[in-house]
């Protein structure tokens, strides 16, 4: 047990040659303490002696701006049996809840999704496209008025929000979850036809491991849990599979047509967030076209005749992002020398 008090101890560790700005932290504990949000600032000085904590919060003192998403205490209070019990780990909790850039006046990137990268760049929890690239978090304005965090168990929403500097704090009720893998994360999205891990476990497809340069069988399950670095998929929830079950079913004893069809919801290599989506069309795995269109009534993706309604973006995982729609995209069609290319 440590006996110390929060701001004390922030303070005591500035002087060390790390960039800390202590007259920026002393000015933002204070403020913390003062809006009721002690155990943020009593979680936070413990990061301050862990490996990570003394840069991120050296950053966080920079004078850049910052977004920090901040529970209160009832939040930390609901959470201490799931807060990492080791410094690092309460680190890049913290760490996912900094956000850079300055979204005054941004209330959205995206008809309905805001997204900002966090100071989260530890490759325990990420494993996108670039090495040392940092997660993103994502919150929306909704149809009730308040802004929600989206990706999150227990929604959440900011209760409150005030600035300090250059930092805006936006008081939280919950302590985020930084996001879990795709075996964690897709059931609780119902998305079903590329989680039923049996489904996904069936079909394998040789996986090219640039780290240790071997090509291995995986199962589409293991690919997406683990194998891939930076990917973009497309997941029909569970009432568009039901709708083409039969088709599905027909397709079952044809593997390369099933991973062709696979492949025609996933960008392999690219993270693409739903504001980049209306831009960019893109090429998947399968060497095929995937065209997007962004209007009044929503947000669509086509491949080969088939339009689906992007109606839930965002899903984030530490290793990509899944944009779960309304209708399975039945295309076999594939072009290799495109898929090689893209
Ligand atoms: C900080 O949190 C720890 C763990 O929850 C607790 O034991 C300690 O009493 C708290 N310290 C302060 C100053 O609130
Ligand atoms: C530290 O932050 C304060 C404001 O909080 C600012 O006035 C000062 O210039 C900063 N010092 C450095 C060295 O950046
Ligand atoms: C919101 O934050 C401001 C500034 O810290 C504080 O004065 C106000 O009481 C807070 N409101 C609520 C509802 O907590
Ligand atoms: C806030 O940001 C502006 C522009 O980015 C910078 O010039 C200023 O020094 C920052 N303020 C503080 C208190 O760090
Ligand atoms: C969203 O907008 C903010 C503020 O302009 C910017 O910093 C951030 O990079 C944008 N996020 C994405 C994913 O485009
Ligand atoms: C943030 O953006 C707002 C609105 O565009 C602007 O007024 C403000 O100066 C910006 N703050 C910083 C620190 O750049
Ligand atoms: C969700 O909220 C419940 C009750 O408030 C709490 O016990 C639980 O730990 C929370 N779970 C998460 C993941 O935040
Ligand atoms: C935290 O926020 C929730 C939701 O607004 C509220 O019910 C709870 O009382 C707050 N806790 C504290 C200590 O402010
Ligand atoms: C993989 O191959 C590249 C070049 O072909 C080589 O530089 C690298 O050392 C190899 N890695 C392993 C683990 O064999
Ligand atoms: C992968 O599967 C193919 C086709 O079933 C087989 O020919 C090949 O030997 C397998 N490769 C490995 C590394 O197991
Ligand atoms: C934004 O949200 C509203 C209500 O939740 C929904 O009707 C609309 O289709 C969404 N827009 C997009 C582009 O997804
Ligand atoms: C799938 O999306 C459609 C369109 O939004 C919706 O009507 C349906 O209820 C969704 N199915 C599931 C299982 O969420």
């Known amino acids: 047990m440590r006996f110390f008090t929060a701001a004390a101890l922030l303070l005591a560790s500035v002087p060390a040659v790390l960039g800390q700005n202590a007259t920026l932290l002393a000015g933002l504990i204070s403020l913390l303490n003062d809006a009721g949000l002690s155990q943020l600032v009593n979680v936070t000085s413990q990061v301050n002696t862990s490996a990570a904590g003394p840069s991120v919060l050296a950053q966080l003192s920079s004078g850049g701006t910052y977004v920090l998403f901040a529970p209160n205490n009832t939040a930390f209070q609901q959470a201490s049996s799931r807060l990492p019990s080791d410094l690092d780990g309460l680190t890049d909790l913290i760490a996912y809840h900094i956000v850079s850039g300055n979204f005054t006046g941004v209330s959205t990137n995206y008809t309905n999704t805001t997204l900002g990268r966090t100071l989260l760049s530890d490759p325990k929890f990420v494993q996108l496209e670039a090495s040392g690239e940092h997660q993103v978090l994502a919150w929306a304005n909704r149809s009730d008025g308040q802004v929600h965090v989206l990706n999150q168990l227990n929604d959440t929403i900011v209760t409150n929000a ?79 599979v039901q709708s083409v079950e039969s088709n599905l079913t027909s397709l079952s004893s044809n593997q390369t047509a099933l991973i062709t069809l696979f492949q025609n919801h996933l960008i392999n290599g690219s993270t693409v967030y739903s504001p980049l989506l209306s831009s960019a069309n893109s090429t998947s795995a399968a060497g095929e076209p995937l065209t997007f269109v962004l209007n009044a009534t929503g947000h669509y993706v086509t491949s080969g005749n088939v339009t689906a309604r992007i109606v839930q973006p965002d899903v984030l995982l530490p290793n990509g992002v899944i944009h779960v729609i309304d209708r399975v995209l039945v295309n076999v069609q594939s072009d290799p020398s495109a898929a090689s290319s893209a």
């Not at 936006?170 to 930084?178: E, G, P, Q």
């Not at 996986?207 to 240790?212: A, D, I, M, P, V």
């Open 162 to 240: 005030t600035t300090y500097g250059n930092i805006t704090v936006y008081t939280i009720d919950n302590v985020l979850t930084i996001p879990e893998t795709f075996a964690q994360t897709v059931p609780v999205n119902n998305a079903s036809l590329f989680s039923t891990q049996a489904a996904l476990s069936l079909v394998s497809v040789p996986y090219y491991n640039s780290s240790t340069n071997q090509t291995t069988n995986e199962t589409l399950f293991e690919v997406l849990n683990s194998g891939l670095h930076g990917f973009t998929l497309f997941a029909p929830n569970n009432t568009a």
